[in-house]
């Protein structure tokens, strides 16, 4: 619980955040420093209870005498949590949208009281244009929103950097100039990979082309790497994940398929591993890959879970997902779909257990964590096909009901801990943007503009529909109770005017 406090502190306001941290290396020198470094800024952590007594309260060198005054400090500090911090903080909602899906990675701003209602000229408080092409979503640090962009050619990457309460660029910086960009497909972009921030620093990636880190206010290069070799085939897609002092990055490409970490401080690689899946893709007449390896491509983002005391990497590859050490890369398990690839979405770890889509395979699994090489079914707790799958658009979990969108537009409730439909309805239209959820609602953004926003029930709602002029390729953020929202040509603040 102490461990999940920190990481919302994290989250929402930075003077909390440090004075909370001064509490925790004055009390517990010991384990502050480890605690600190390993607590990815999101918030929310299943077995926070079961790291608090084991990095607290744990080890038999500590004589009952002091385990009672550790006690008291742990009181001390939930006191400190339960009453000052809900008083200050929930009232205003989540500030900080730090990375793809937000601070708890998995498209939740449950305080946040957005807008039901919006158009061009109802509710929108600035409006901005952002030249280029790029799908990549905003994330939000204080009072600044980042984005990375580049042109239809892909000739030059570079990152934006907007104002958050007046719409205003405050700078438009280009990363590098390339030459013969690799192909992309017309569907997606250049800029596809949403960047990650944190205080004073901006982590950017556009695939194997470039990878950096930048200063948060004046957007100037502290380090950056372009020697990853991958060819995305169809484009990049994969953002990256900040976890402790690594930036963790996905290669999954049609020539060469590895995760890797990188010091971000530094920018030095601390760890590469490679895919293991066989991919079956061997034409035996002629010994080549088949489709010049477009089974063996994905796009999806990782994520950090805690279960039983083990950190684990969960990152969706073409045709498996791994389980990974993310201290050294060390592959812990592995779970193989042959008929999936291309998978896009991000897995969400709830109910203690582990959600995917398969991508092509147009399924959702849900598997317990843990265990070791390759699983079988037993670690399967159900499967779902077809219906309302998507291989684009992340889903949400709210409760025991799971929210989501095909690609067509076919939306769909499913029981989280059965797999069960309550509910299919249509949409219309296309989706690529994730889902979030806000204070008891679901919101939907299509291709064309439309927002369907639906009550957050097992009983099929529509609240309201809302039109922008464009279309959402790029997932939403939310901070405060505004929603920041990326069309195929602006960038908007979208707020109930009231506020």
């Known amino acids: 619980m102490l461990y999940s406090f920190f990481a919302i502190y994290r989250t929402k306001s930075n003077s909390w955040e440090k004075l909370f941290e ?14 600190i470094t390993a607590v990815p800024r999101r918030s929310g952590c299943l077995s926070s209870a079961q790291f608090v007594c084991r990095n607290l309260l744990g080890g038999e060198e500590l004589s009952m005498t002091h385990k009672q005054t550790v006690s008291q400090k742990i009181q001390a500090l939930l006191l400190f949590s339960f009453v000052l911090f809900p008083a200050i903080n929930f009232a205003a909602g989540i500030e900080n949208w730090p990375n793809y899906r937000g601070p708890t990675k998995d498209g939740h701003a449950d305080e946040a009281k957005l807008p039901l209602r919006w158009s061009e000229e109802e509710n929108v408080t600035w409006k901005t244009a952002i030249k280029g092409k790029a799908w990549s979503s905003p994330v939000v640090w204080g009072d600044r929103i ?40 017309p569907f997606n972009s250049y800029a596809s990979c949403s960047p990650v921030v944190e205080e004073d620093r901006l982590y950017v990636s556009f695939g194997s082309p470039y990878n950096g880190c930048l200063d948060m206010e004046t957007g100037e290069v502290i380090w950056e790497r372009t020697d990853f070799v991958c060819n995305h085939f169809r484009g990049p897609g994969s953002s990256p994940l900040i976890y402790g002092n690594s930036l963790i990055l996905h290669f999954d490409g049609s020539d060469q398929q590895y995760v890797v970490a990188v010091d971000k ?83 969400i770890f709830e109910h203690g257990l582990i959600y995917f889509q398969t991508g ?52 769909a409730c499913l029981d989280a801990l059965t797999g069960e439909v309550v509910w299919k309805k249509r949409l219309g239209s296309n989706f690529s943007s994730s889902l979030i959820h806000a204070d008891g609602r679901i919101y939907f953004f299509d291709q064309e503009g439309k927002t369907t926003v639906i009550k957050a029930s097992r009983k099929y709602e529509v609240l309201v529909e809302n039109e922008l002029d464009e279309g959402f390729m790029a997932s939403p953020a939310v ?18 005017s009231k506020d």
């Not at 001064?22 to 605690?35: E, I, Y």
Request: aromatic content about 10%.
């Open 22 to 35: 001064q509490l925790l290396r004055m009390w517990f020198p010991a384990q502050a420093t480890r605690m």
């Open 146 to 185: 980042f984005l990375t962009n580049a042109p239809e050619d892909g000739s030059s990457l570079s990152v934006v950097c907007v104002d958050k309460n007046t719409g205003k660029v405050l700078y438009n910086k280009r990363l590098l100039t390339i030459a013969l960009p690799q192909y992309c497909h």
């Open 479 to 496: 901070s405060g109770n505004a929603l920041f929202v990326r069309t195929r040509t602006h960038l908007y603040r979208i707020e109930d």
């Open 265 to 347: 401080n530094t920018g030095k690689t601390l760890w590469r591993t490679d895919r293991t899946v066989d991919f079956q893709d061997i034409d035996p007449s002629t010994g080549k890959i088949q489709r010049e390896g477009d089974w063996r491509k994905a796009f999806s983002t990782p994520l950090v879970v805690e279960s039983d005391g083990q950190a684990t990497l969960v990152s969706l590859g073409s045709m498996a997902l791994y389980g990974y050490d993310p201290a050294d890369g060390k592959e812990l398990w592995r779970i193989d779909f042959i008929e999936g690839h291309s998978g896009a979405c991000r897995p």
């Open 360 to 411: 092509g395979g147009y399924e959702l699994w849900t598997i317990r964590p843990g265990g070791k090489g390759v699983l079988g079914d037993e670690a399967i707790v159900w499967r779902h096909k077809r219906v309302a799958v998507p291989r684009r658009s992340s889903f949400v979990i709210v409760d025991d009901s799971i929210y989501m969108v095909d690609d067509s537009g076919v939306a």
